[in-house]
């Protein structure tokens, strides 16, 4: 299934094709393809290069390490990714490793590199849907992750499915139209709450 965003002047393929399905059909993700969406990762732009990303990966293939990530997710996020062939979660190292201060930016940097990595999924036919619905405390304990780690979000890795294999209320969501603020609202200049003048009214 295709949902193109309904932007306008956007010349970026991925801007237009990026959304976040919940129908994923349970075709595997082949290894390279894999590589090649964390590698994509692996160049994001980072504040003084820190790169303080990390990320916890199961596959479907290995049904062990499958449910173990699984486990961590809410109830809802568990329903319904329990066919989706890869499930991850990001983490940043939000002190740095350098000298143990605070880094302000490492959320940031994560968000940065699992856009690229969500471009490249894109780019390979792949779909890629965030969560926040998952236990932060359980996964921390789960997966052993130092305290210097924070666990920021889950990730479904696939290819897409069928919206008619969803509940009611899942497949409305699919299909239904996506909706943006407009650019008035978020892009300001001069003081807070002021529309930049090269935005439209």
């Known amino acids: 299934m295709q949902k193109p965003a309904p932007a306008e002047?956007?010349?970026?393929?991925?801007?237009?094709?990026?959304?976040?399905?919940?129908?994923?059909?349970?075709?595997?993700?082949?290894?390279?393809?894999?590589?090649?969406?964390?590698?994509?990762?692996?160049?994001?732009?980072?504040?003084?290069n820190l790169q303080p990303w990390s990320y916890m990966v199961a596959t479907k293939d290995n049904p062990a390490e499958f449910e173990k990530l699984r486990s961590v997710l809410v109830d809802?996020?568990?329903a319904w990714t329990e066919n989706i062939p890869v499930l991850a979660i990001s983490l940043g190292r939000v002190k740095?490793?350098?000298?143990?201060?605070?880094?302000r930016l490492a959320l940031h940097?994560?968000?940065?590199?699992?856009a690229q990595l969500t471009a490249e999924a894109i780019a390979r036919?792949?779909?890629?849907?965030?969560?926040a619905g998952f236990d932060t405390?359980?996964?921390?304990?789960?997966?052993?992750?130092?305290?210097?780690?924070?666990?920021?979000?889950?990730?479904?890795?696939g290819y897409p499915g069928d919206p008619q294999s969803l509940p009611?209320?899942?497949?409305?969501r699919e299909l239904g139209p996506r909706v943006r603020k407009p650019l008035s609202e978020f892009v300001m200049s001069d003081t807070w709450g002021h529309t930049a003048s090269f935005v439209p009214e």
Not at 97 to 103: A, I, M, S, T, V
Not at 109 to 114: E, I, K, L, W, Y
Not at 141 to 156: K, L, N, R, Y
């Open 9 to 48: 002047d956007i010349q970026s393929l991925f801007v237009h094709h990026r959304w976040s399905p919940y129908a994923f059909s349970d075709k595997i993700v082949p290894p390279n393809v894999l590589r090649a969406i964390f590698e994509a990762a692996r160049w994001a732009p980072s504040s003084s």
């Open 76 to 78: 809802f996020n568990a």
């Open 96 to 103: 740095n490793e350098k000298d143990g201060q605070p880094n």
């Open 109 to 114: 940097d994560v968000g940065s590199a699992t």
């Open 125 to 131: 036919g792949l779909f890629v849907h965030q969560m």
């Open 137 to 157: 405390d359980k996964a921390r304990t789960t997966f052993h992750i130092p305290e210097d780690w924070h666990p920021v979000a889950a990730i479904a890795i």
């Open 168 to 172: 009611d209320k899942l497949r409305e």
